[in-house]
């Protein structure tokens, strides 16, 4: 089975946090699905160094990402592939960016994040912010 080694932000602006839907896509599970926006790490790519690079391709946000972070790393076994994604807490200065990979986007309060459908690989990050 594939597996595929992942970054995402958990991006707080002004105590709410920015949940990204997903587009139509190849995977049906996985399609119109709520996450926390990031991407693929490259090769001899340091985890916040690849979440910075793809929220800048993505969205055209500049956020600053250290290592120290870091929220918490999940592994997901979807039915094509496997996942693993580590997650970093950014708090931004600014909730201005482009969508360009997204369909829709929603700043909510922590309490609210189980209000959306996400994927099945965000599900424990979303958990766990909840009960923080």
Not at 50 to 60: C, G, I, S, T, V
Request: contains cysteine; hydrophobic residues 35%; glycine residues 4%.
């Amino acid at each position: 089975m594939k597996h595929v080694e992942v970054v995402c932000a958990i991006i707080n602006y002004d105590n709410k946090i920015l949940c990204m839907q997903r587009p139509d896509g190849k995977h049906k599970y996985t399609s119109f699905k709520y996450e926390f926006p990031g991407g693929k790490v490259e090769e001899g790519e340091k985890y916040n160094e690849a979440l910075m690079r793809e929220l800048k391709e993505e969205m055209d946000y500049d956020l600053n990402i250290n290592e120290d972070d870091f929220f918490m790393t999940i592994t997901h076994e979807y039915p094509d592939f496997e996942i693993t994604m580590h997650s970093f807490i950014v708090n931004a200065t600014s909730d201005k960016f482009n969508m360009k990979e997204h369909i829709d986007f929603k700043w909510l309060d922590k309490k609210d994040l189980d209000s959306l459908d996400w994927a099945d690989a965000d599900v424990p990050i979303m958990k766990k912010l909840m009960n923080e």
